[in-house]
């Protein structure tokens, strides 16, 4: 519920918002994104946000940020949106609008708790960046020293491969889950990939796109994106998707060969700072999503050790995945903590 992140005011471009500390940020655009954020310091921002200052004889600063972080206020800003492409909350329908809020004295005690929550999940979100970052460190040390000391060579992915790169399949999808199930590109994510909420359907006949259904240990590439830095993201496929899920044109295919290199060892070493980097000097904008294609997989580089010394490392890898595991599973239960506590004070609408 705080402003993350931030940069240089020549990078807003456009007309500005001057906000204070302590006002809150509110991205009027696109309101079901539900963004919300405390200024915990003076800046500029885009117009396309409202900024909102407390009045104390009403609503106390503290709960200011809560109330309008709840579905209570957030699908009232969304009813009232107007635009198809990029729906937007006028100021002139939204100060009109009226809210049955708690008194100030249970205010501050509503604040108080939820604050609580919010500070517990931002501190494991920095211990969980912390400990992907010793990960990342010891993975990129391993690779040189294996690469300088020991010899292990640089290959193309076209000679460790015996499958891929591939493109996936795309039709329209419906929610009835008609069909056959599919994956959104969200799937690709923390080196693997995920069902749930990525899954949709496509009606189209099942052998014709027998070709694309997954396997346990297929990898997954992201091939576009508009935002550059998950262009060229791999995720390994553990099984645990729906029987016959395909994959879109979005997303590439790679079946690494095993006795070259391990799938679990070439989705660890993909997505590492440095090699991801190297395959994103490829990366090339087309109406603002950026792409990678299958030439660009196939002469993309990556070391070789011997598969023992693969191994080794996904040994190391493992206990830091062990503590990051543990630790998103914790931010996870404080961001349901945190929606049960709205719900009940707001009442979900």
């Given at each position: 519920?705080?402003?993350?992140?931030?940069?240089?005011?020549?990078?807003?471009?456009?007309?500005?918002?001057?906000?204070?500390?302590?006002?809150?940020?509110?991205?009027?655009?696109?309101?079901?994104?539900?963004?919300?954020?405390?200024?915990?310091?003076?800046?500029?921002?885009?117009?396309?946000?409202?900024?909102?200052?407390?009045?104390?004889?009403?609503?106390?600063?503290?709960?200011?940020?809560?109330?309008?972080?709840?579905?209570?206020?957030?699908?009232?800003?969304?009813?009232?949106?107007?635009g198809s492409l990029s729906p937007t909350?006028?100021?002139?329908?939204?100060?009109?609008?009226?809210?049955?809020?708690?008194?100030?004295?249970?205010?501050?005690?509503?604040a108080d708790l939820l604050w609580a929550?919010?500070?517990?999940?931002?501190?494991?979100?920095?211990?969980?960046?912390?400990?992907?970052?010793?990960?990342?460190?010891?993975?990129?040390?391993?690779?040189?020293?294996?690469?300088?000391?020991?010899?292990?060579?640089?290959?193309?992915?076209?000679?460790?491969?015996?499958?891929?790169?591939?493109?996936?399949?795309?039709?329209?999808?419906?929610?009835?889950?008609?069909?056959?199930?599919?994956?959104?590109?969200?799937?690709?994510?923390?080196?693997?990939?995920?069902?749930?909420?990525?899954?949709?359907?496509?009606?189209?006949?099942?052998?014709?796109?027998?070709?694309?259904?997954?396997?346990?240990?297929?990898?997954?590439?992201?091939?576009?994106?508009?935002?550059?830095?998950?262009?060229?993201?791999?995720?390994?496929?553990?099984?645990?998707?729906?029987?016959?899920?395909?994959?879109?044109?979005?997303?590439?295919?790679?079946?690494?060969?095993?006795?070259?290199?391990?799938?679990?060892?070439?989705?660890?070493?993909?997505?590492?700072?440095?090699?991801?980097?190297?395959?994103?000097?490829?990366?090339?904008?087309?109406?603002?999503?950026?792409?990678?294609?299958?030439?660009?997989?196939?002469?993309?580089?990556?070391?070789?050790?011997?598969?023992?010394?693969?191994?080794?490392i996904l040994e190391e890898t493992a206990?830091?995945?062990?503590?990051?595991?543990?630790?998103?599973?914790?931010?996870?239960?404080?961001?349901?903590?945190?929606?049960?506590?709205?719900?009940?004070?707001?009442?979900?609408?």
């Amino acid at each position: 519920m705080t402003v993350q992140r931030w940069d240089s005011p020549d990078v807003v471009e456009g007309q500005k918002l001057r906000f204070q500390k302590g006002d809150v940020i509110f991205g009027r655009r696109r309101a079901y994104q539900k963004k919300v954020a405390l200024a915990e310091f003076d800046g500029i921002c885009s117009a396309h946000a409202l900024v909102l200052r407390a009045r104390e004889d009403y609503v106390s600063p503290e709960f200011l940020p809560v109330f309008l972080s709840s579905d209570y206020f957030l699908d009232r800003a969304i009813a009232i949106s107007v635009g198809s492409l990029s729906p937007t909350v006028n100021w002139r329908d939204l100060k009109v609008q009226e809210f049955d809020l708690p008194p100030l004295d249970e205010q501050k005690r509503i604040a108080d708790l939820l604050w609580a929550v919010e500070r517990h999940r931002v501190n494991t979100l920095s211990s969980e960046m912390e400990v992907s970052g010793a990960k990342s460190l010891m993975l990129a040390e391993r690779l040189a020293s294996g690469a300088e000391e020991r010899g292990w060579p640089l290959e193309p992915v076209s000679e460790l491969v015996t499958s891929g790169p591939t493109n996936g399949k795309s039709a329209r999808a419906n929610d009835e889950q008609r069909g056959v199930p599919t994956l959104s590109i969200s799937a690709v994510r923390d080196g693997g990939v995920r069902g749930g909420d990525s899954v949709k359907w496509i009606e189209v006949d099942p052998d014709s796109v027998s070709s694309f259904r997954l396997q346990p240990s297929d990898f997954l590439v992201v091939r576009g994106n508009g935002n550059r830095s998950l262009t060229g993201r791999g995720g390994l496929v553990k099984g645990d998707l729906p029987v016959g899920c395909i994959y879109p044109d979005l997303l590439i295919r790679l079946r690494f060969n095993p006795d070259r290199m391990l799938p679990a060892f070439a989705a660890e070493q993909w997505n590492s700072a440095a090699v991801h980097a190297s395959l994103l000097e490829n990366a090339k904008s087309t109406n603002g999503i950026w792409k990678i294609n299958g030439k660009d997989i196939k002469s993309h580089q990556l070391v070789v050790p011997p598969l023992k010394d693969q191994v080794r490392i996904l040994e190391e890898t493992a206990s830091f995945d062990e503590a990051l595991d543990a630790l998103r599973t914790e931010v996870s239960a404080l961001e349901a903590l945190r929606t049960a506590f709205l719900s009940e004070i707001f009442g979900g609408n």
